[in-house]
């Protein structure tokens, strides 16, 4: 059964902390990203990550990091230098960069 | 002024209705096209994919394509309650960049 899952499905977060969002797809795509989705808003591009062992930042990388060291998985880390981080954050692949993205469930992250 | 401009809504409308959401770009460079249907607190999940213009039909769900007007659309028709949802638009040019979304609308199927 393919897919993105996404977990946890929620997690707070004290401040201070840092905190990893998992993010792992079986459907061999190369290229994945990472959204933010504020309440009554559109996606924000974190990062994304067009093969293993690259990645660029979006439109707002700011108080984010992300690595890629497997094709499969693609996890951000919410750092303490992000000031505002309570949102709903997607996660995303696709066979290649521009073309049609497939979303995971998201993660809401709240903070304490 | 934002590369993909789509109306916040709310869009309420009594069951069985026909539903047309919108959304206008300035890039004249975007190729494919792409609707996301995103419920409440779950991802967006893909309903509908287009390559430059014209119309693409799949059963209530019709996507419209005008390049010359840098104009999209999606028409519901016999529109259902569980078609309340927020609606997103994607698109890209064909140089392998990111998808540029719309902010969504949200629409309400009234029984």
């Known amino acids: 059964d393919g897919g993105i899952t996404q977990s946890p499905k929620y997690l707070f977060r004290k401040e201070g902390q840092n905190v990893t969002l998992s993010c792992e797809q079986n459907?061999?795509?190369?290229?994945m990203y990472w959204y933010r989705q504020d309440p009554g808003q559109g996606l924000r591009l974190i990062y994304y990550?067009?093969?293993?062992?690259?990645?660029q930042k979006g439109d707002i990388a700011e108080g984010y990091s992300v690595s890629r060291e497997k094709k499969e998985s693609f996890p951000l880390t919410v750092t303490s230098a992000q000031k505002n981080p309570t949102a709903f954050y997607l996660c995303a692949s696709s066979m290649g960069s521009g073309e049609t993205q497939y979303f995971g469930p998201g993660t809401r992250l709240l903070v304490l | 002024q934002k590369e993909v401009e789509q109306d916040p809504g709310p869009l309420s409308v009594p069951e069985g209705a026909i539903v047309s959401l919108n959304c206008t770009y300035s890039?004249?460079?975007?190729?494919?096209f792409m609707w996301y249907r995103q419920y409440s607190r779950k991802g967006p999940e893909l309903l509908m994919y287009t390559y430059s213009s014209g119309n693409k039909e799949d059963g209530r769900f019709t996507a419209q394509v005008d390049k010359s007007s840098k104009y999209i659309s999606l028409f519901i028709r016999d529109s259902q309650p569980s078609d309340s949802a927020t609606y997103l638009c994607a698109m890209s040019n064909n140089a392998g960049n990111m998808l540029t979304f719309g902010g969504g609308t949200r629409l309400m199927v009234k029984p």
């Open positions: 990550s067009q093969i293993v062992n690259d990645f």
């Open positions: 459907l061999n795509h190369d290229a």
């Open positions: 890039n004249s460079a975007f190729q494919y």
